[in-house]
């Protein structure tokens, strides 16, 4: 909907009524075969249902009425003045705006139009208001029409003086008895379930599919919103039709065929580089400006410095400081250009909805409802399942969900589930986990809960599917982000082995996840050695071509920690990480470069000849240094250093060309998965 209630006063979409039109100048002929063509399609247009309808049929009546009006003028040959081509010309503006003051209603949530229902309704008289205008200036004596024809402009004539802005009185109950539910949410009083069904009845929605339908208009009103208290609003909404949703027709159902679309499969969509983080890779969702000057997502540029990171991860600057700055046009881009791909876009940091009580409120009470189905030890499989499929879509939609299931103890009962023979029942379960565990304080829960990481760990290594095992790495991701865990993690033979595993069995998108929650693991020096143990550098070396970033950020990883053993592990990658530097992206690029600096300062001549070896190394080199960003060159500056010393015969074991912190120097991709919770 475009029209704004004046106590929700701000939005960004353009406003319905814009008073003007910029389109050619038509020929008297061309100028009355479209109005009379754009009042035939207003015509034909159906009334509102369930709510505006008496606004929207009265106006369109009056429409039909002008229809044959024109449809006269059309068989008479009439050479209008100048005030009547400026009159039509007007009136052919106000059927513009009547058509898509329809249509826009018509698209709109039901929910949000009934809170709006005052300043809709004037809308729609603002509209018979300028068409009665425009019939008391329009010189009809001029035309020589048919009495039939001049008693009909008569007639709308005073039909349109004649009209006052109205709402049904049906519309105005209606509205109160949502009001009125959401209030007493305030004070705690769970809504009657009869009066829901009358509710929702009225306004059109008799099953889950139309209620999931009317979740999603609200969602994207949610988006169009800029002022604090409409969002608070459509938040409250929010909670009232999931929570109706839930309690009369039951959890969803979920599909036969599993089609859990994850976001990191937006890559298909051709993401433009400008919207990727130079992090992650990975779409923007609250892009910031750091003090160098680059852009990098909020979550994922926090996480490199709550890491201890110092340094501009592109350009390997020192930061001046910390502060992160909003780059909103560009996020206002991403959010255009996810709408045009039909792409869901989650907003996080300053683009989250303020607080809503009533929203808090609905959500607490749904969780409640659910954690109560749950509790049923006689529930059959499939019931369970539509349960932890509601939980799962709860604990995607925001910090406040999360942490009312978790406060709500459903960690425990979940746990019952990782071990499923159901495969779709599996996967729900550890996704839930997954997206309960991005809230901070859940990771803390999660840990503690008796059974919930061993049974994580279990899914790691035998689930029932590959999507299984991947969102149970990512949990070991989201949970490795407690300094304490990642080292209690680390320990566990079952965890090493399993992940490496993933990294060398799974499909492409589970090894990646596999891949990024052993580079967070191996931040911690101790677990490194167990990684080597396990192969993982022989799992990273397999995946040079189809995973090479993080491939690389592996390899690079395991051989800046884990000493001599790493680097001889890694001797046969030589070559790989050679190809790397020269078709690689920049970030890879700099991380193979990075690579090899640290086995050469380590590895001594043998493998510095074994570099040199490389075909074509000396002009891959060059380039970097000439093309290649800050870092990328200072690592190739080292190898050609290395390179000219081991020609001319000069030892240079234990040699440090260059001293960069261990912490600057690897850039960690990082799971979407944990900043865009798994639907």
């Not at 300043?119 to 008289?125: E, N």
């Not at 099953?207 to 919103?225: C, G, P, W």
């Not at 996704?431 to 061993?454: F, H, P, W």
């Not at 589970?510 to 396990?534: M, P, Q, T, W, Y």
Request: net charge neutral; with cysteine; aromatic share 6%.
């Amino acid at each position: 909907m475009a029209v704004t209630l004046e106590v929700f006063p701000a939005r960004k979409r353009r406003p319905l009524i814009t008073g003007s039109y910029d389109s050619p100048k038509l020929s008297d002929a061309k100028l009355t075969r479209s109005l009379f063509l754009a009042s035939q399609e207003i015509s034909s247009m159906q009334p509102l249902r369930f709510i505006l309808r008496r606004n929207s049929l009265s106006i369109i009546r009056k429409v039909k009425i002008l229809s044959s009006i024109f449809d006269e003028l059309l068989r008479s040959e009439i050479t209008y003045s100048q005030s009547t081509h400026l009159c039509f010309e007007e009136m052919h503006l106000v059927m513009q705006r009547i058509k898509t003051l329809i249509e826009d209603c018509s698209k709109a949530s039901k929910l949000w139009l009934l809170l709006q229902i005052e300043i809709v309704a004037f809308s729609f008289h603002e509209l018979v208001t300028d068409l009665s205008t425009v019939l008391d200036i329009l010189p009809v004596n001029d035309f020589n029409l048919s009495d039939d024809v001049e008693d009909l402009i008569i007639l709308l004539r005073k039909q349109c003086s004649d009209s006052i802005q109205f709402i049904d009185p049906r519309d105005e109950v209606l509205r109160r008895k949502v009001t009125d539910t959401i209030d007493g949410i305030k004070h705690q009083i769970s809504p009657d379930q009869l009066r829901l069904i009358e509710i929702f009845n009225d306004l059109g929605f008799s099953d889950s599919v139309s209620l999931n339908e009317e979740i999603q208009r609200l969602e994207d009103e949610t988006q169009d919103q800029i002022d604090e208290r409409s969002k608070s609003a459509v938040a409250s909404l929010i909670g009232l039709v999931r929570y109706t949703k839930c309690v009369l027709y039951g959890p969803s159902t979920p599909s036969s065929t599993p089609d859990f679309r994850r976001y990191t499969s937006i890559s298909d969509a051709n993401i433009p580089a400008d919207f990727r983080c130079p992090i992650t890779l990975e779409l923007m969702r609250d892009p910031v400006v750091v003090s160098t000057g680059q852009t990098y997502d909020r979550e994922s540029i926090d996480l490199w410095i709550q890491s201890g990171h110092s340094s501009c991860p592109k350009t390997g600057q020192i930061l001046k400081h910390t502060n992160l700055i909003a780059n909103r046009a560009l996020k206002n881009l991403i959010v255009m250009w996810c709408r045009d791909q039909k792409i869901p876009f989650e907003l996080y940091g300053d683009g989250e909805p303020a607080p809503c009580k009533e929203a808090e409120e609905f959500t607490r009470m749904m969780v409640l409802f659910l954690i109560d189905k749950l509790s049923l030890r006689s529930a059959v499989a499939e019931s369970s399942n539509g349960v932890v499929s509601e939980l799962r879509a709860l604990a995607k939609s925001d910090s406040v969900a999360r942490a009312c299931i978790a406060e709500a103890g459903a960690i425990p009962k979940l746990v019952r589930y990782l071990s499923s023979e159901c495969q779709s029942l599996q996967i729900n379960a550890v996704t839930t986990i997954l997206n309960l565990s991005i809230l901070e304080q859940n990771k803390t829960r999660i840990m503690e809960t008796d059974g919930a990481l061993n049974g994580v760990i279990e899914v790691l290594r035998l689930g029932a599917t590959w999507e299984a095992k991947a969102n149970a790495a990512a949990t070991l991701f989201s949970l490795a982000g407690v300094s304490a865990y990642k080292r209690r993690l680390g320990r566990k033979a079952r965890v090493v082995n399993g992940l490496v595993d993933l990294a060398k069995q799974g499909p492409t998108s589970s090894k990646r996840d596999a891949f990024v929650a052993i580079l967070n693991l191996a931040a911690e020096r101790e677990n490194v050695g167990r990684f080597i143990e396990a192969g993982v550098v022989e799992a990273a070396g397999d995946a040079f071509r189809e995973l090479p970033e993080e491939a690389v950020a592996v390899v690079e990883a395991v051989v800046r920690r884990g000493g001599l053993m790493a680097v001889s592990a890694a001797f046969s990658l030589i070559r790989l990480l050679g190809e790397v530097m020269r078709e690689g992206a920049d970030t890879t690029r700099e991380s193979a470069a990075a690579t090899l600096v640290t086995m050469c300062r380590k590895g001594g001549s043998e493998l510095v000849a074994e570099m040199a070896a490389i075909p074509g190394i000396e002009r891959v080199i060059w380039e970097m240094i000439g093309t290649g960003t800050a870092r990328g060159g200072r690592k190739a500056a080292s190898l050609m250093r290395y390179l000219r010393r081991w020609a001319a015969g000069v030892d240079h074991t234990g040699d440090t060309p260059e001293t960069v912190p261990e912490t600057q120097s690897i850039v960690v991709p990082t799971p979407s998965r944990i900043f865009n919770p798994v639907s």
